[in-house]
């Protein structure tokens, strides 16, 4: 149970282009849903954090125009990259938490992200 | 500002030995610490977790220590096998909710 289905797994890009990645929770719903990034052999670095019905909260750093989270229904957060650049290129990973006050969490399986 | 540390980027044991991957963390507000285990290019598994309310964490072959004085924890895998090759990610977790991570060991368990 608790199922965070994330797509696409990777994806190559032009420079310029947009991108959409998708986490679903498949079996339960998701109030909140935590964006990361990891670059190599660095940490998951919390992007921001989106909660259903409301704007999301970025972390410093991260800019709110290029990064654009929806988080529209329980079950269904996205992430743009808007005007892609090769600096973008990394591995995005969703993850919501599970259980009421509870510190359960689960993950995306991520994506990777080139931008050519 | 990295509020959680894993200062061993790599670790080599070999095979039904003890793993012990180290943690530090620098924010006295968290109260939750995880273990997670993540394959290249793929999302990061639950493997155990603490309270700050314990100080021992106990599940299968795996046990998390936490020391709440020195902000430190660790993960033991006894006995260590080669499945357990992966990179290890300690995460904190306080109010905010959301997940402070490590750098991350790379565990590489030799036969």
């Known amino acids: 149970g608790a199922v965070v289905s994330q797509h696409p797994s990777w994806v190559i890009c032009k420079s310029g282009t947009s991108v959409k990645i998708e986490c679903r929770s498949l079996?339960?719903?998701?109030?909140?849903m935590f964006w990361y990034r990891q670059f190599p052999k660095q940490s998951l670095m919390l992007m921001a954090t989106?909660?259903?019905?409301?704007?999301?909260?970025?972390e410093q750093g991260v800019e709110k125009d290029k990064f654009l989270i929806n988080h529209a229904s329980l079950t269904l957060s996205t992430l743009t990259v808007t005007s892609a650049h090769p600096e973008d290129s990394s591995f995005y990973i969703c993850s919501a938490r599970i259980g009421a006050g509870g510190y359960g969490y689960t993950f995306g399986s991520g994506t990777r992200l080139t931008v050519v | 500002d990295q509020q959680v540390k894993q200062n061993s980027p790599s670790l080599s044991v070999q095979e039904g030995r003890i793993s012990i991957l180290n943690c530090d963390y620098t924010?006295?507000?968290?109260?939750?610490f995880l273990w997670y285990k993540k394959y290249p290019a793929e999302g990061p598994t639950f493997l155990i977790s603490?309270?700050?309310?314990?100080d021992k964490n106990e599940d299968g072959r795996f046990t998390v220590f936490l020391n709440k004085s020195a902000k430190h924890l660790s993960l033991h895998i006894v006995p260590s096998q080669p499945g357990d090759s992966a990179v290890y990610f300690c995460a904190a977790s306080g109010a905010g909710y959301a997940l402070n991570f490590g750098k991350g060991t790379s565990l590489l368990v030799t036969p």
């Open positions: 924010n006295s507000m968290f109260d939750y």
């Open positions: 603490i309270s700050s309310i314990k």
């Open positions: 989106s909660n259903e019905g409301s704007k999301a909260t970025y």
């Open positions: 079996d339960f719903q998701a109030t909140t």
